[in-house]
Antibody
Framework: QVQLVESGGGVVQPGGSLRLSCAAS????????MHWVRQAPGKGLEWVAF????????YYADSVKGRFTISRDTSKNTLYLQMNSLRAEDTALYYC?????????WGQGTLVTVSS | DVVMTQSPLSLPVTLGQPASISCRSS???????????LNWFQQRPGQSPRRLIY???NRDSGVPDRFSGSGSGTDFTLKISRVEAEDVGIYYC?????????FGQGTRLEIK
């Protein structure tokens, strides 16, 4: 069965960095585009970043552009989100989700807290 | 950016009664490939979002048939024919036709 398992969240000071991972299993990872979506505490869903299956295209929300980088390692079936220059407003539960338009499977999320 | 506007934001419903959530987009969601990439998600308390409906009206496997999606262009609706206790949660529409991908604000469904 399809599984997406996020990790790498934690508490970080403003201006700091963190790298999130999303381990994929149960499907052919190399064939699917992937997304990161976040949810601030008590708030709605916000799309963050996208990467095509072959890494030929990457898109970012304006709120993270220039600070976050999405990448993937097909040999490890893993999606990444490198987050730099973190701000308090980046505090959220970060989910990975599968497919360009479908978002048919989501992980359980990993919590990032940016606080001094 | 395409703005997705849901209404109502809060929806108290009596068990067994129908419920309806509207989602309007600030521009047409018809993609150049002819598809309309409008999805509906359910987020139960403490859980990840779960897709219910994709491309306006296609129900996901395992989703009860009391859930249905309809609409076209800029106007979309999620209907629950008879609300059950397990339907409590927040419902989001999402468009994936235009970049950036955007979500509605969410509609909180509760039992009266």
């Amino acid at each position: 069965q399809v599984q997406l398992v996020e990790s790498g969240g934690g508490v970080v000071q403003p201006g700091g960095s963190l790298r999130l991972s999303c381990a994929a299993s149960g499907f052919t990872f190399s064939r699917y585009a992937m997304h990161w979506v976040r949810q601030a505490p008590g708030k709605g869903l916000e799309w963050v970043a996208f990467i095509r299956h072959d890494e030929s295209s990457k898109y970012y929300a304006d709120s993270v552009k220039g600070r976050f980088t999405i990448s993937r390692d097909t040999s490890k079936n893993t999606l990444y989100l490198q987050m730099n220059s973190l701000r308090a407003e980046d505090t959220a539960l970060y989910y990975c989700a599968r497919d360009r338009t479908n978002f048919d499977f989501w992980g359980q999320g990993t919590l990032v807290t940016v606080s001094s | 950016d395409v703005v997705m506007t849901q209404s109502p934001l809060s929806l108290p419903v009596t068990l067994g009664q129908p419920a309806s959530i509207s989602c309007r987009s600030s521009q047409s969601l018809v993609h150049s490939d002819g598809n309309t990439y409008l999805n509906w998600f359910q987020q139960r308390p403490g859980q990840s979002p779960r897709r219910l409906i994709y491309k306006v009206s296609n129900r996901d496997s395992g989703v009860p048939d009391r859930f249905s999606g309809s609409g076209s262009g800029t106007d979309f609706t999620l209907k629950i024919s008879r609300v059950e206790a397990e339907d409590v949660g927040i419902y989001y529409c999402m468009q994936a036709t235009h970049w950036p991908i955007t979500f509605g604000q969410g509609t909180r469904l509760e039992i009266k």
